[in-house]
């Protein structure tokens, strides 16, 4: 893991032109036996190691590669799967990334190769086989490859192909000397949130949130979140590796050495994130740890003792030089939208129990423009899909669909005990729970409609369900 914030090639639509790209792509054409083509991915190999799919026959000279993989999602049925045009996208410490085409489909892929440890689960596999996201890069299907060295293996994903970042994105607006429009930011940020809405109410963890791991196709907007490599299934009690996440991204709490830290740790990287793309550079750019600390307390002030507590117990008795904060007007540009810097205040607090949620943060004002029927992308194109919650809690939940659309309509909702039994019920199979909430929400806004109940009455009824559910 990269203790940098600098950019780093770990997501698969970063370029291949970065260090050490030629013998990371030697290294992996070495790797799989005597039918490896030029290309250097995962082909045909003479031989099946124990656990591994059986790699099949490579036709044409290394063009064409079939391979017997088993599908991300569902029964474990392997099956053939056959690809070409490949080429290497990217590539670092977790591996090499290939792009290729699928025969039957002809779509885009990227292919993840890892070395497997034999003696572990692959932590990354375990997690994407049980996502399922619009927000989240699927993984297609997975299989395994022999190595150069005897009992060498290596796990290959297969996944979404997504042709861009936001980390690309917001450089190529830097480098025009523009800034990203705050639409661009609005819906990447939003979907965002909604993929660690979702990712967290598994119990996942992703520990690595940065503009490098967000995908985006540049047409139709919509992001996906990369990169599972450092993400992990969080259980209370039991402890975490602290040097993690990276540094520019990471959390005050990690830098103060918590091992028992939560799933806040994402929504202050999500913050990062916001403030980088207002700021057009990160907003705490540290050297080192110890400087990260540095550039967040310049801009939140020194922590006091009970937030330092929050983030680690054991520095409660250090002393740091006491420091205002800075105030968050006077951290980005004049023109920067009030909605964005409230926001941003929300997601970059000390104490991680204060952040927002990722449903809190989708319901905020910030992103009240994407709740208009009339709003487009600059292109002229729709939005994309922002609100297709499922009934079902396996993407999101229908009733908070209902009360974000029930916020724009009207205006009179707004974060608060509504949107917290929404996080609460979300992701479960509480559908009686569901069911009664949303009746009651329809009803009451049926009322409210018809002019039998005003705004005060609507929310304390509201107000009196919620505490009843």
């Not at 260090?19 to 039918?35: D, R």
Request: glycine share 8%; with cysteine.
């Amino acid at each position: 893991m990269s203790g940098s914030g600098r950019p780093r090639t770990s997501s698969f639509a970063e370029p291949p032109g970065v260090p050490g790209a030629a013998a990371a792509s030697t290294g992996s054409a070495a790797a799989v036996g005597s039918s490896t083509g030029k290309s250097g991915v995962p082909q045909a190999s003479g031989s099946s190691s124990s656990g591994c799919s059986n790699l099949k026959l490579a036709r044409d000279s290394g063009k064409v590669t079939t391979v017997v993989a088993t599908p991300g999602q569902g029964p474990d049925r392997p099956q053939e799967v056959s690809y070409t045009d490949i080429k290497v996208i990217g590539n670092g410490s977790f591996g090499v990334v290939y792009q290729a085409r699928l025969i039957d489909s002809q779509e885009m892929v990227a292919i993840k190769k890892v070395l497997q440890d034999k003696r572990f689960k692959n932590r990354e596999l375990q997690i994407m086989r049980k996502l399922d996201h619009c927000n989240i890069v699927r993984l297609r299907y997975f299989f395994y490859s022999s190595g150069e060295k005897k009992d060498e293996v290596y796990l290959n994903l297969v996944l979404d192909f997504v042709p861009e970042t936001v980390y690309r994105v917001a450089r190529h607006f830097n480098k025009a000397k523009s800034i990203i429009p705050i639409i661009y930011v609005k819906v990447y940020m939003y979907q965002l949130f909604r993929s660690l809405a979702y990712i967290h109410s598994q119990g996942v963890c992703h520990r690595d949130i940065k503009p490098q791991n967000l995908l985006v196709d540049p047409e139709s907007a919509i992001l996906k979140l990369c990169d599972f490599g450092s993400a992990k299934q969080l259980v209370r009690g039991e402890p975490n590796v602290s040097y993690i996440c990276s540094r520019y991204y990471r959390a005050p709490e990690l830098i103060f050495g918590a091992t028992d830290y939560t799933a806040n740790i994402d929504i202050w990287s999500a913050g990062c994130v916001l403030a980088e793309l207002l700021l057009g550079q990160p907003i705490f750019p540290g050297d080192s740890g110890v400087d990260q600390l540095v550039e967040i307390i310049k801009v939140l002030g020194t922590p006091t003792r009970e937030q330092i507590r929050e983030m680690n117990p054991n520095y409660t008795e250090f002393k740091f030089p006491q420091i205002k904060a800075h105030p968050w007007t006077k951290v980005f540009k004049p023109r920067t939208p009030p909605e964005a810097i409230a926001l941003c205040s929300r997601l970059l607090e000390y104490t991680p129990a204060s952040r927002l949620s990722p449903l809190e943060a989708c319901s905020h004002a910030f992103f009240d423009e994407l709740r208009q029927p009339n709003t487009r992308l600059p292109s002229g194109r729709d939005l994309p899909m922002l609100f297709n919650f499922s009934t079902t809690g396996t993407n999101c939940c229908y009733v908070f669909q209902c009360l974000l659309s029930l916020k724009g309509n009207y205006g009179f909702l707004t974060p608060g005990p509504y949107f917290s039994v929404c996080h609460k019920y979300s992701f479960t199979d509480s559908s009686r729970q569901l069911s009664e909430l949303l009746t009651h929400v329809c009803v009451s806004v049926m009322l409210y409609i018809r002019g039998q109940v005003d705004k005060g009455s609507l929310h304390f009824w509201f107000s009196w369900k919620i505490t009843r559910v």
